[in-house]
């Protein structure tokens, strides 16, 4: 079946660097979009970037020049690298396969950026 496992995340201090990892398994990596989602607590989960299965990346407005997502097929991973963290990007950051009717999700990494 269908596994995303994300790794990477952790603590940092403000204006530091985090890179978050996303392998997957169970189903053609190279055929899916991949994303980035975000809940920080008692707000809704968000989109922070996604990059199609032609490689094309699509940050959101809020990390644009700050994150950068990138994908390696031959590895079936998925990358975010966070630069510039601010307080505000403190979330649980979810890794997300996506095509077709086929939609899922990684259980989930903590980011803590603090000031």
């Known amino acids: 079946q269908v596994q995303l496992v994300e790794s990477g995340g952790g603590l940092v201090q403000s204006g530091g660097s985090l890179r978050l990892s996303c392998t997957a398994s169970g189903f053609t990596f190279s055929s899916y979009i991949m994303g980035w989602y975000r809940q920080a607590p008692g707000q809704s989960r968000q989109l922070v970037a996604y990059?199609?299965?032609?490689?094309?990346?699509y940050p959101a407005d809020s990390v644009k020049g700050r994150f950068t997502i990138s994908r390696d097929n031959a590895k079936n991973t998925v990358y975010l690298q966070m630069d510039s963290l601010k307080p505000e990007d403190t979330a649980v950051y979810y890794c997300?396969?996506?095509?077709?009717?086929?939609?899922?999700w990684g259980q989930g990494i903590q980011v803590t950026v603090s000031s």
């Open positions: 997300n396969a996506r095509r077709l009717q086929s939609n899922n």
């Open positions: 990059i199609t299965a032609g490689n094309n990346a």
